[in-house]
Nanobody, 128 residues
């Protein structure tokens, strides 16, 4: 069973930073496309940042230049470093993974419907 375990959410003031972590199995980390999505109350889930197994990353326009994806291969952890946080970034953040039948997933997408596996979510709250 695929398990994705998020951590690192919390409450910060605008302009602050947080780092989210997503722990996965070695197989998921090395074969799947992975990414971060968020959902605010009353709004649709949106893609934030995704990465494929070849290291190609895509960021949504709303976070480009402020958020950074990185991975720690030895621990199979995907990080989302969030800087210059704004109140509009307040949401539940989810880690997700998908493979689309590839042995090594390529061409990650911000489209949440493609993702098969989801973590439980971690809340990020940014106050003004």
């Amino acid at each position: 069973q695929v398990q994705l375990v998020e951590s690192g959410g919390g409450s910060v003031q605008a302009g602050g930073s947080l780092r989210l972590s997503c722990a996965a199995s070695a197989y998921i980390f090395n074969h799947f496309c992975m990414g971060w999505f968020r959902q605010a109350p009353g709004l649709k889930r949106e893609g934030v940042a995704v990465i494929d197994r070849y290291g190609s990353k895509i960021y949504s326009d709303s976070v480009k230049g402020r958020f950074t994806l990185s991975g720690e291969n030895a621990k199979n952890i995907l990080y989302l470093e969030m800087d210059s946080l704004k109140p509009d970034d307040t949401a539940m953040y989810y880690c997700a993974a998908e493979q689309r039948g590839y042995d090594f997933c390529h061409g990650a997408s911000l489209e949440s419907d493609l993702y098969e596996y989801w973590g439980q979510g971690t809340q990020v709250t940014v106050s003004s």
